[in-house]
């Protein structure tokens, strides 16, 4: 019975701010639980990347592969272009270890209203592509600084990338309502599209699934905003994918909510539990930032390693403490950072159990 092996990477900005409060909350749920996690602190990032030039070791890919579950807060510096930032650490983390479903609940939580006009709940799981698509590193800048300068971006799609993450996304479908909406974008302009549509009606056929409903992108935005509601399990490109989460988390009341899982799901490799937010520069230093996505993406990480009903407890703390009023400014809240950490691990201690929703 050793314990699980978490690599931590508080990273940039904010990360250094609720990373230390989801620790506290995984310290109080685990002790609870007895469960054994074991943690090792890596200060990578961009202030490595300033004394290194890079930003984490040649091996931290290796060092990586040796953990259980990677635990990220979140990365970018305004001074460092995000080319180096990010390529320097996090999509090198969810390509190596092939974390090709990227899984972004976004649900209503309570006593917060959001910034919609209807108290139908919003109950969503958006299953984005993580490895390829638009964010494929074919491309580049061409004739610089000369009247034909252009810049290129190919778009790459392979059937076994998009078959997968529509498989994971069906299979998903099924375990909930059945119901599975594709981001599209197939009205003859972008020639990616027919295919990801082709294979993602193909794999939900043969999982047993009813069938999808293909949705072009932009009604689908609309369609979030409006019947958020009707949506279910939603499959997306990566770019897609990654643009839809941010509204997704919005409607439920900040972007600083929301949560994400990187995921092989064969479990080979290690898998990347960060939440949707960046490093946020703009409030990064001023103790108030909201923990709950980095709380939340920890119960993820807790539910991952097959802690259940940790995960469940971890969610149900957080949600009481809102349902008591207490938020941080971004839902129109007092709260410190640290003061709404407090809460939501005296609600830990007190252990009253979990709620209604199970982990992730
Ligand atoms: P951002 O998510 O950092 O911030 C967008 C807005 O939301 C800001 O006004 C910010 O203050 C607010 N916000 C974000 N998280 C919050 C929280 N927990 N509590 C309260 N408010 C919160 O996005 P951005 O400003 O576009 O990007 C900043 C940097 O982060 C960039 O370098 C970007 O590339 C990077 N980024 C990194 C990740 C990641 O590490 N996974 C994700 C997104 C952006
Ligand atoms: C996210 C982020 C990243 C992405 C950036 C920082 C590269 O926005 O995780 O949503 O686009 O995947
Ligand atoms: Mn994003």
């Known amino acids: 019975n050793s314990p699980q092996r978490i690599a931590v990477v508080a990273g940039d900005g904010i990360g250094q701010e609720v990373m230390p409060a989801a620790l506290a909350c995984l310290d109080a749920v685990t002790e609870r639980h007895g469960i054994r996690l074991e943690y090792t602190h890596l200060d990578w990032g961009s202030d490595f990347y300033r004394e290194h030039g890079s930003m984490m070791p040649a091996d931290g890919l290796d060092e990586l592969s040796r953990h259980d579950a990677i635990f990220l807060g979140a990365v970018g510096a305004p001074d460092i272009p995000d080319t180096e930032t990010l390529w320097g650490l996090l999509i090198p983390i969810r390509r190596a270890f092939d974390q090709y479903v990227n899984l972004r609940p976004v649900r209503t939580l309570p006593g917060v209203p959001g910034p919609l006009a209807t108290d139908r709940p919003i109950d969503m799981m958006i299953v984005r592509e993580n490895t390829e698509g638009e964010y494929s590193e074919i491309g580049g800048r061409l004739y610089r600084g000369r009247p034909q300068e252009a810049a290129v971006q190919e778009t790459v799609f392979t059937r076994l990338g998009v078959s997968r ?169 007092t709260a410190s950072t640290a003061e709404f950490t407090d809460a939501v691990v005296r609600e830990i201690r007190r252990g009253e159990g979990a709620g209604t929703n199970e982990g992730g």
């Open 165 to 333: 993450v529509a498989r994971y996304a069906a299979d998903l479908a099924l375990s909930r309502s059945g119901r599975l909406t594709s981001a599209t974008k197939s009205n003859g302009i972008i020639h990616t599209m027919p295919f990801w549509d082709e294979i993602v009606a193909e794999t939900a056929a043969a999982s047993g699934l009813g069938g999808v409903d293909s949705v072009l992108v932009d009604a689908l935005a609309a369609r979030f905003v409006l019947q958020p509601w009707s949506l279910d399990v939603v499959v997306a490109s990566n770019l897609l994918g990654d643009i839809l989460s941010d509204l997704g988390s919005a409607l439920t009341g900040s972007i600083g909510v929301a949560p994400s899982a990187n995921l092989n799901p064969e479990g080979i490799h290690p898998s990347l539990f960060e939440p949707v937010h960046g490093s946020a520069p703009d409030i990064a230093g001023k103790g108030i930032a909201n923990p709950i996505g980095q709380i939340w993406t920890a119960a993820m990480m807790l539910d991952h390693l097959g802690h259940r009903a940790a995960a469940a407890e971890q969610i149900a703390a957080f949600e009481r403490v809102l349902d008591a009023g207490i938020c941080t400014g971004d839902l129109g809240g």
